[in-house]
């Protein structure tokens, strides 16, 4: 499914990893984070720095929120400290800071059942924030939400990156969105899936609303939309016969 | 309670109890009218007549139903819930044992019960093992089932976080199997009253109190088939009251943890 992927990260970097469905992006992120490995050939990861502190060197933001939904907002930030063996009480305290920087600090006791799709997905980015990471996966988090939501959880996790420049990879199928968030761009090939651009994003590092709808950004984002038209469009060999 | 609530909680009350009175009204008319004997087929003002007639005696009959059904039960709560919680940790063990556990199901209690009576001599305890044996079943397979439901990418999440498998436990798969293992023990609860009712009609018989299945056999023999309705009736209606207290208590757990259901 996936075809020779040579994938160096610079330390403090935001990639974005842009694909046609289906052609094995979340597989990339999932073999990444060390959730699953491949069944055929082998994958070569470069360790992280060992960290003495508690709490995990990567973090994964899924595709829905997937909160707990008996712990209340607080506790559900709470919750990787606690599996690394923080005392509850100190890993509520902990919770406040990462809940804070997605501005949710006047909801913590209300329940995922209470919240909006949009502020789920804060509290899911709070959850991967709150062991600090040195590395950051997102798996396509803001697909389900509208777009002025989505654009504004944008500016916000590029924010939470510029004060903490841990290492993100972003999993997404909207070039606005890649464009937007990161500084360099790969462009992933249909099945099996390779890397057909390696793109480094020349915007500026401090990204306003009104670059949005600047000359600039519409032209990295062509650049990434001729890759994906390139290697990702219908394959026509393929249409009409069974998937 | 509002208006509102008040007029729900009647619409919801009304048919049954509308189905109630004309089904008496109709069952006394007609014993009545085609002259049934009362033997075969008392009229209800009878069956009320006796039961308060015989108040006392059921009255003790029904505690010692009511105890050998509840400790039977709360031991199928227990057993049955970490015999699941054993089964869901081991896909060996499950394979190896869940034909067994599958057997206490299909196992005639009526052919049983005089087992029991040998192993456990008569009375409380021999009825509650009944219970236990008629009752545990449901609460394994729920509990198994819940256990193993849980979302796949919750499952990822605490893996991702390197979490102990007591803390996988606790915090993430009891939780996830609460709603599944209530509806267990809702079917259990129903189940651990017949079960109690069968071991009585076999094991039974000891010094003190008889339990509402002697209660039954007595009657029967005696043909008072007005005291039989009156035990019969009881005996529903402990099952029921049974089944509500554990959906009560279920609902509001499930509240707590905000489960869909």
């Known amino acids: 499914m996936l075809e020779n992927i040579d994938l160096e990260l610079t330390r403090g970097s935001f990639v974005a990893l842009l694909g046609p469905s289906g052609?094995?992006?979340?597989?990339?992120?999932?073999?990444?984070?060390?959730?699953?490995?491949?069944?055929?050939?082998?994958?070569?990861?470069?360790?992280?720095?060992?960290?003495?502190?508690?709490?995990?060197?990567?973090?994964?933001?899924?595709?829905?929120?997937?909160?707990?939904?008996?712990?209340?907002?607080?506790?559900?930030?709470a919750l990787p400290l606690e599996l690394a063996g923080v005392d509850r009480n100190s890993a509520r305290e902990r919770a406040r800071k990462p809940l804070a920087d997605v501005e949710l600090s006047d909801v913590l006791d209300?329940?995922?059942?209470?919240?909006?799709?949009?502020?789920?997905?804060?509290?899911?980015?709070?959850?991967?924030?709150?062991?600090?990471?040195?590395?950051?996966?997102?798996?396509?988090p803001f697909a389900a939400l509208d777009e002025l939501t989505r654009q504004r959880l944008d500016e916000r996790l590029r924010a939470l990156w510029l004060a903490r420049k841990m290492t993100v990879v972003f999993v997404t199928h909207a070039l606005a969105e890649a464009a937007y968030l990161a500084d360099r761009a790969l462009v992933m090939s249909r099945r099996p899936g390779k890397i057909v651009l390696d793109h480094a994003l020349a915007l500026p590092e401090l990204r306003t609303q009104d670059l949005r709808t600047s000359a600039a950004f519409v032209d990295q984002t062509a650049i990434?939309?001729?890759?994906?038209?390139?290697?990702?469009?219908?394959?026509?060999?393929q249409v009409g016969e069974p998937p | 309670m509002s208006d509102r609530a008040a007029e729900t909680a009647w619409s919801k009350v009304a048919p049954p109890l509308f189905t109630l009175v004309c089904a008496v009204a109709l069952w006394e008319s007609a014993v009545r009218a085609l002259h049934v004997p009362a033997f075969l087929v008392p009229p209800p003002s009878a069956v009320l007549s006796a039961a308060w007639a015989e108040r006392a005696s059921l009255a003790a009959s029904l505690l010692t139903t009511a105890e050998g059904a509840l400790s039977g039960f709360l031991?199928?709560?227990?057993?049955?819930?970490?015999?699941?919680?054993?089964?869901?940790?081991?896909?060996?063990?499950?394979?190896?044992?869940?034909?067994?556990?599958?057997?206490?199901?299909?196992?005639?209690?009526?052919?049983?019960?005089?087992?029991?009576?040998?192993?456990?001599?008569?009375?409380?305890?021999a009825v509650s093992v009944s219970a236990f044996i008629v009752s545990v079943f449901p609460i394994i397979a729920n509990t198994l089932a819940g256990l193993r439901s849980v979302d796949p990418r919750l499952d990822d999440l605490f893996r991702l976080y390197g979490a102990k498998l007591g803390d996988t436990v606790l915090k993430l798969r009891l939780p996830s199997a609460v709603p599944s293992m209530a509806t267990g023990f809702k079917?259990?609860?129903?189940?651990?009253?017949?079960?109690?009712?069968?071991?009585?009609?076999?094991?039974?018989?000891?010094?003190?109190?008889?339990?509402?299945?002697?209660t039954v056999l007595a009657a029967y023999r005696q043909l008072r088939t007005d005291l039989l309705f009156a035990a019969v009736l009881l005996a529903s209606l402990l099952g029921l009251s049974l089944f509500a207290l554990v959906s009560g208590l279920s609902s509001l757990l499930l509240r707590r943890l905000r489960a869909e259901w």
Not at chain 1, 121 to 138: F, G, Y
Not at chain 1, 229 to 235: E, K, P, T
């Open chain 1, 224 to 237: 990434l939309y001729r890759a994906l038209r390139a290697h990702g469009g219908f394959d026509d060999s």
């Open chain 2, 187 to 214: 079917v259990a609860s129903g189940l651990a009253v017949i079960g109690a009712i069968v071991g009585e009609f076999v094991a039974g018989f000891s010094e003190g109190n008889a339990g509402l299945g002697i």
């Open chain 2, 75 to 125: 031991l199928s709560v227990v057993l049955g819930s970490l015999v699941g919680l054993i089964f869901s940790l081991s896909r060996w063990l499950e394979r190896g044992l869940y034909p067994y556990a599958l057997f206490l199901q299909t196992v005639p209690i009526v052919a049983v019960a005089p087992l029991l009576v040998l192993w456990f001599g008569p009375g409380l305890r």
């Open chain 1, 23 to 77: 052609c094995g992006k979340s597989t990339l992120l999932r073999f990444i984070s060390g959730l699953a490995t491949p069944s055929q050939g082998s994958i070569e990861l470069t360790p992280l720095s060992s960290r003495p502190s508690a709490g995990s060197a990567i973090a994964f933001v899924f595709q829905d929120a997937q909160l707990l939904p008996w712990r209340s907002v607080l506790d559900n930030v």
């Open chain 1, 110 to 140: 209300r329940y995922p059942d209470q919240l909006s799709g949009g502020m789920r997905m804060r509290v899911s980015i709070a959850r991967a924030l709150v062991t600090e990471p040195e590395l950051l996966l997102l798996d396509e």
